[in-house]
């Protein structure tokens, strides 16, 4: 009797708990004013993005983009933390219970702007893949999350990142502590523009699994030894090697990978010798990158590339060095966060969210941070036009379509506070 009872008051309490949460959902942050507060933050939001898009930085270190950012944190009463020379910033809004993440990278491209646009970039970088708005849409949600940090019965730990185009930004920001102190336990991210072109603007994606490839670049450095063109025999033609290693290394994805598992491996660069005829070189330099959806089949690529390389080289009497640059694993979408941030999407825009089974063959470093915490990464259809003509991520033309971005900021606020 005495278990019986216990049980019962269990579960009573558990059922007072139930209905003080849905109270909370429905009494503190509706979904519909979420919704329009935020739509009304619109002409603020792409303030920040004119701004940011006029102060391109790559890679790790962005002093002025940084700096920019910071004070737009501190003039909304934001806590937030710099990263040791401008390498990224950390924000912390709410004032207990657990901890959502939500990223945005910053860093630009090294292409030079050729857009018509009034707030074009003119110092030789260019916003040409929309980081710049995935830094005003998180300023977004910190002066609405400021706004309403006294209702808040969770925290959400705001991730401003760099390096993410050389994809190196997340895996430092981890190192920094960002997953720490406090430890999220759940992490979003978006990206703007045209990566699923079959949805229309204002439309949001979501992959069902693998949002996107891995990525590794790599370099490969032939020694031989250099002659006279008319004397073959006398020399060890690095040349003629780099042409059998690139021919072996594409047999590792027709005849070592799995065929329902997506991978590529390409060559992208070769350079041997000068403009000379008839000499040959000591030395033959390659670069490529391999790509996959699968950490088993990434791993044995990288190390079947190696040894392919360096034992090529060996029968043709030469050496080979293979060296790995920038990388990054496969962004996959946890099942139940996910789940849960599509059904918070839907409440929003309920025709306008869908799921989408093939990964973008692309990749993302935010896979670091995924691979430390379940999370969810969202797609925004934004990708702008120039005289009727759409243009993609790295082009010199590209831009976004600035008047659907404030959905991007409502999505992930709705997601943050539902989950």
Known sequence: MKALKFMQKLRMEEKIQTKERMKLVKNILSDKNNLTEIKKMQPQLVTWFHALHQIPEIELSLPKTVAYVSAQLTAMGVKHQILPNSTGIIALIGKQGPVIAVRGDMDALDICENTQLSFASKNGHMHACGHDSHAAILLTIAKYLQAHENEL????KLLFQ???EVLRGAKYMIEQGALENPKPIAILALHS?????????????IAES??????DSFEITVKGKGGHAASPQAAVDPIVIAADIIENLQQLISREVHPGIPAVLSVTHIHAGNETYNVIPDEAFLMGGIRTTNAVTRQMLLKRAKEICEKTA?????????KLTDGAPPLVNDKVVS??????IQKLFPQEVHWIKEPNNCSEDAAYFFEKVPGCYISLCSLG????VFYPHHNAKFRLEEDVLWKGAAALVQAALDL
């Open 193 to 205: 523009g045209g990566f699923q072109q079959t949805y229309p603007t204002g439309h949001l994606t």
């Open 162 to 164: 760099t390096a993410e």
């Open 153 to 156: 019965k969770g925290r959400v």
């Open 385 to 388: 036009q120039e005289n009727k």
């Open 314 to 322: 060996a029968v043709m009497r030469a050496e080979a060095t293979f």
């Open 210 to 215: 693998v949002g996107f490839y891995s990525s």
């Open 339 to 344: 789940e849960q941030v599509y059904a918070s």
